[in-house]
């Protein structure tokens, strides 16, 4: 496990949602690595792989988040792809 921080970060507004991205496009992510980060209004997340994966099985990422941390399951370590989050705005 090790703490990792995205490459960059968007907030969009959605009328009475904002949508946050956090892009981990170069800082690659292994099991159980974590991202800190507190979300006034957090409503949901969703995590959308951009790397290739080497077999099927290998494929995907499941993030879990409680109290302010984010912790990211993939397939293989090594994956890359953007955190949307939804908070109210």
């Known amino acids: 496990m090790a ?3 995205p490459n960059s970060i968007l ?3 959605a009328g009475s949602t904002n949508i946050i ?3 981990f496009t170069t800082t690659t ?3 159980t690595d ?3 980060q507190s979300i006034p209004g957090y409503l949901a997340h969703e995590f959308t792989q951009t790397n290739n994966p080497t077999t099927q099985a290998s494929a ?5 988040y409680s109290s302010g941390v984010f912790t990211f399951y ?3 370590d090594a994956a890359t792809g953007i955190l ?5 705005s």
């Open 60 to 64: 995907g990422v499941s993030v879990g």
């Open 74 to 76: 993939p397939g293989e």
């Open 3 to 5: 703490a990792k921080t």
């Open 21 to 23: 991205r956090a892009f």
């Open 34 to 36: 974590t991202w800190t």
């Open 84 to 88: 949307r989050i939804v908070v109210r």
């Open 29 to 31: 992510l292994a099991d």
């Open 11 to 13: 907030r969009d507004n």
